[in-house]
């Protein structure tokens, strides 16, 4: 098996709903996202022969979705009554609505997906919201 990992990093706010403690409140992170990348062989021929992919697509991918969420307010859809949404909207706010809880888990495997879709053999994708907690999400063996 041979594997590459990538990082990148974005600045967003959210908030969780239905949760009792702080983090009920709107509070920002610095969110730092790993990405694993496995396959059994590596490509045989061409610009990438023995590579598993390119380093900078691979990283060029997941900044391209870093950067969506770069500086944005991560709202799970229909957790916010439409008038705040509307008055936040107004005011120019940048806005990322995703249509689950924005737990760490569930950031992993929006990010896991994201890069499936863009073609990566991905394995696994690690969320950190802080140093120290880190939630991931990967294929099942
Ligand atoms: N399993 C999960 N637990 C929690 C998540 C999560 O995504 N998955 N998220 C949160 C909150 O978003 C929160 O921001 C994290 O708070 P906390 O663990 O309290 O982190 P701090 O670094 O701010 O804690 P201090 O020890 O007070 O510094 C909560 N749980
Ligand atoms: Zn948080």
Redesign the pocket.
């Known amino acids: 098996m041979y594997g590459l990992k990538t990082e990148s990093s974005f600045d967003a706010s959210?908030?969780?709903t239905d949760?009792h403690?702080?983090?009920e409140n709107l509070?920002g992170?610095r969110w730092r996202v790993v990405a694993y990348l496995e396959v059994a062989e590596l490509q045989t021929e061409g610009t990438c022969k023995d590579m598993v992919v390119d380093f900078g697509d691979f990283k060029g991918a997941l900044r391209s979705l870093t950067e969506r969420l770069d500086h944005h307010f991560i709202i799970e859809e229909g957790s916010l009554a439409p008038d705040t949404l509307a008055c936040l909207e107004r005011e120019g706010f940048a806005l990322f609505t995703v249509p689950f809880r924005?737990?760490?888990?569930?950031?992993a495997k929006w990010f896991f997906d994201a890069l499936a879709e863009m073609g990566l053999p991905v394995a696994q994708v690690d969320v950190y919201?802080?140093p120290?907690?880190c939630?991931f999400y990967r294929k099942e063996a």
């Open positions: 959210h908030f969780l949760y403690g702080k983090c509070h992170h924005t737990t760490a888990e569930n950031l919201e802080t120290n907690n939630a």
